[in-house]
């Protein structure tokens, strides 16, 4: 039998291009042929985090369809979970709670065995989490899932509705693909997931997860995606002295005005989000420091939006990254009275602005320094601290070398290698 050709289609977060990994390199074992174009079935692999994203894959979906009628549109993700009845014309919609058996659905589908237009279940009744994702071809740095779900409902975030409860890999999974990944030539592993710092095996946290990555793994870089500011514990700062950890935090804040943090559910305040910022600027110096921040949040004051720029303008970071606030059906806090358009639009600015002068003031701080860098693919370099390098000299893509920053232009460095010099 001709193998049947298929492509994915992935939006949204990096869990999901882990999770689009993941169902091409089944598909490819059970016998499916990847191609790139005219394919005889399409995966779209969506996101629900936003209404709009949701709308763009209802959108694809509709186009692929018209453009090959003949052609099995298939849709999984966030948004086959939770916003099923969106997708009418779609011919097999295959949510979270089914998403491992996709291969099967679909063989099933083209042999007339199957009766289900809609494969679905309670998604909180999911238990197991597949490993041996995280490279894609064509990638330099693998971005390896060690946990999905989440238990925490911020009252702004469908998530936990979407990918079920908190759920991690073991240890024991995790060093050995880490050790798959490094023998197969991955300099840079970006440990990644719903909520990391929810991360558990057994007794074992996240810190007990890195502490065995760096004593049984020759790993070079290793990354962390987002944490909140009440996981940045002393043991995890601690880590820090292993210059395999790149000195780059992501923090999901969203705010730093404790009554907003309050009506958003998050599991801390505004002096935990001092101290967050403080302790990592004392015992990680020279950290890249981004920050998630929604602008607008119902219910947020004037004043308390004034006094939570002018607490960030007291901080330490390095760049934010804003996220106007837009009301997401299903949440509770989509049932809030909502602000106008226009100011959550106007904070965003703001928010952006001050952004943008700190980036700056933080690139232009940079220059004279060295760095160890690693050539992407795609083009350029990416230091540990998490910057983004031009280098005078071509480097071949996935060596790492040690660059001197030479010259800043609008938040993005440019650096000359000096062969040889460890940082
Ligand atoms: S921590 Fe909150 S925002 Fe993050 S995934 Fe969980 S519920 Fe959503």
Redesign the pocket.
Known sequence: MTPLSFQIHTFGCKVNTYDSGLIQARLNDTGFMSATAEPQVHILNTCAVTRTATLDAVKMARRLKIKNPFSLVVVTGCAAQVDTEEFPGVDLVVANSHKAELSNLIRQYYNGKLRERIHKSNIFRKEDLEGGGGYEPGHTRAFLKIQDG?D???TF?V??FARGKSRSLTRQDLVRRVNELVSSGVKEVVFTG??IGDYVDGEGRLEDLLSAILSDTAVQRIRLSSLEPIEVSERLLQLYLDPRMCRHFHM?IQSTETRVLHAMKRQYDAAEVENSLLRIAAQVPESFVGMDVIAGFPGESDEEFRQGVERLEQLPWTRLHVFPYSSRPGTYAARLPQLEPSVIKRRAEILRDLSARRLEQSAAAQVGTLKRALALRGGGLLSRDYWSIESAEPVAPNEEVTLKVTSMHAGRLRGEAIYGAAT
């Open positions: 989440c925490s409902f911020c975030c998530i936990p719903v909520h999901s």
